[in-house]
């Protein structure tokens, strides 16, 4: 079955450590995008890449870095440099224009 | 600068009545409008989308929505609320040449039994 895989699903860190999250995806979409999910804020965008070896940086992408080094895996990277990372981490990615956005189950970071 | 309200937390309708779940938005240009619905701790589901087009709008679930543009909204609708129909819904709208969704801050559905 096609899809998006986040992990893992839920992940803790301690103050000052990088962690990263995994997005994978088997749809062949060119385009990934990940976004943070607080309550009552909706989602906003942290980065996204819309082919490999490309990436630019949405509305909030201090204290996060991405790579795109195959088509099928877009991983985010919470450095110690942001401030407060505890969040709901969402991964989507979309065939083209015109077409919704596909996302996966989500990473829930909790920093302890 | 484009944006999406979605101006009521929390929206509370008996089973078997029907939901409205609101939208405005704020584009230039002809707007690409999205609908998801989200339950706890889940990724996003699209429900339905407005392209172009007729203004009524069919999706999953029994869901519709209708695009006004005089009124700029983009209103979720149900005819029949379930209570499995409760979760977490948001509104998006797309940003032309990145495809990037700009949301609204949800709106939490209850459907009563």
């Known amino acids: 079955d096609g899809g998006i895989t986040q992990s893992p699903k839920y992940l803790f860190r301690k103050e000052g450590q990088n962690v990263t999250l995994s997005c994978e995806q088997n749809?062949?979409?060119?385009?990934m995008y990940w976004y943070r999910q607080d309550p009552g804020q909706g989602l906003r965008l942290i980065y996204y890449?819309?082919?490999?070896?490309?990436?630019q940086k949405g509305d909030i992408a201090e204290g996060y870095s991405v790579s795109r080094e195959k088509k099928e895996s877009f991983p985010l990277t919470v450095t110690s440099a942001q401030k407060n990372p505890t969040a709901f981490y969402l991964c989507a990615s979309i065939q083209g224009a015109g077409y919704e956005q596909f996302f996966g189950p989500g990473t829930r970071l909790t920093v302890l | 600068a484009q944006s999406v309200a979605q101006p009521e937390d929390q929206v509370n309708v008996a089973e078997g009545n029907p939901l409205t779940v609101k939208c405005t938005y704020s584009v230039s240009g002809n707007p690409y409008l999205f609908w998801y619905v989200q339950y706890p701790n889940r990724g996003l589901q699209f429900l339905l989308k407005y392209i172009t087009g007729d203004n009524l709008v069919k999706g999953s679930y029994g869901f519709e929505a209708e695009f006004n543009k005089s009124q700029t909204s983009f209103h979720l609708k149900k005819p029949s609320a379930l209570v499995s129909d409760s979760a977490l819904y948001f509104c998006a709208v797309r940003v032309r040449l990145t495809d990037k969704l700009i949301f609204g801050t949800g709106t939490r559905l209850q459907v009563f039994p």
């Open positions: 890449s819309q082919i490999v070896n490309d990436f």
């Open positions: 749809l062949n979409h060119d385009a």
